[in-house]
C-alpha cells in the first residue's frame, strides 16, 4: 500500500493568482497522476508525471495552466495557474502499485480549491 | 465516445439488507475494473479489482460481477451497515495504469 499526503489540504484564492500543491508518498514510484474533482462531479485525470521527463496531459488541459514537477519518485508538484473561478474544484494526486495482475490506485486526501 | 454511467440517484438502504450498485460502460473495452469508496472531503479508497476473464470477485462482505457481454459491472455489499455510507465509484482501464471513472453513486445505509 501507499501512504499519501497533500499541502495545502485546502485554500481560497484570488483570481488570477498561482496555486501549487505537493504531494507526497512514503515509498518510490516510478508513476503518479494528478486528477481533478469538480461539484458533485467524478475525478477527471489532468496528467501523468513520471519522475525524469515530461508529464502527459489528458485532452483538455495543458502545461502553462497546469504544470507539473517531478524532482523524485516520492514528490510531486501541481500547480494551477492564473487561476478563474471555473478552477474552483478538490485535486487529488495518486499512484498506482502492482496487485497481482493488475494495479491499485491509492490516493491523497486532496486539496480543496476556491477561488473568488 | 467512451463513457460509464453510474446510477447518480442516491441509494437508500435499510441496515442489514443487501445494497447494490451498477456500472454500465459504453464504447470501452477494459481490462480491468476497479470499485472504489469516496468519503465525504476524502480521496477514493481502492476496494476491489477484476478483471476482463473473471466473472465474480469477492472480499469480506463485498462482491462484484463483471459481464463483458452486457457492459456491466455490479456491486454487492450484504449485511450493509450504515458504516458503508459513502459515495462508490466504479473505474476502468484498458490495461495500463490510467483509470477512467464513473460519476459514482451515494449509498446510505439507515438503521
Known amino acids: 500500500s501507499a501512504v499519501i499526503s497533500q499541502k495545502p489540504s485546502r485554500d481560497i484564492c484570488q483570481r488570477g493568482t498561482s496555486l501549487t500543491i505537493q504531494c507526497q508518498v512514503d515509498?518510490?514510484?516510478?508513476?503518479m497522476f494528478w486528477y481533478r474533482q469538480q461539484p458533485g462531479q467524478s475525478l477527471t485525470l489532468i496528467a501523468t508525471?513520471?519522475?525524469?521527463?515530461?508529464?502527459?496531459?489528458e485532452s483538455g488541459f495543458v502545461i502553462d495552466k497546469f504544470p507539473i514537477s517531478r524532482p523524485n519518485l516520492t514528490f510531486s508538484t501541481l500547480t494551477v495557474s492564473n487561476m478563474s473561478p471555473e478552477d474552483s474544484s478538490i485535486y487529488l494526486c495518486?499512484?498506482?502499485?502492482?496487485?497481482?495482475?493488475?494495479?491499485?490506485?491509492?490516493f491523497g486526501p486532496g486539496t480543496r480549491l476556491t477561488v473568488t | 465516445s467512451q463513457k460509464i454511467e453510474q446510477n447518480s440517484e442516491a441509494l437508500n438502504i435499510q441496515e442489514g439488507k443487501t445494497a447494490t450498485l451498477t456500472c454500465n460502460y459504453t464504447n470501452y473495452s477494459p481490462a480491468y475494473l476497479q470499485w472504489y469508496r469516496q468519503d465525504p472531503g476524502r480521496g477514493p479508497v481502492f476496494l476491489l479489482l477484476i478483471r476482463e476473464n473473471e466473472k465474480e470477485k469477492r472480499k469480506e462482505r463485498l462482491k462484484v460481477t463483471f459481464d463483458t457481454t452486457l457492459k456491466q459491472s455490479l456491486f454487492h455489499i450484504t449485511a450493509s451497515q450504515p458504516a458503508d455510507s459513502a459515495t462508490y465509484l466504479c473505474?476502468?482501464?484498458?490495461?495500463?495504469?490510467?483509470?477512467?471513472f464513473g460519476t459514482g453513486t451515494q449509498l446510505k445505509v439507515e438503521l
Open positions: 495518486s499512484v498506482c502499485l502492482p496487485a497481482g495482475v493488475g494495479y491499485e490506485q491509492y
Open positions: 473505474a476502468l482501464t484498458g490495461g495500463g495504469n490510467k483509470l477512467t
Open positions: 515509498s518510490q514510484v516510478t508513476m
Open positions: 508525471a513520471n519522475q525524469g521527463s515530461e508529464a502527459t496531459y
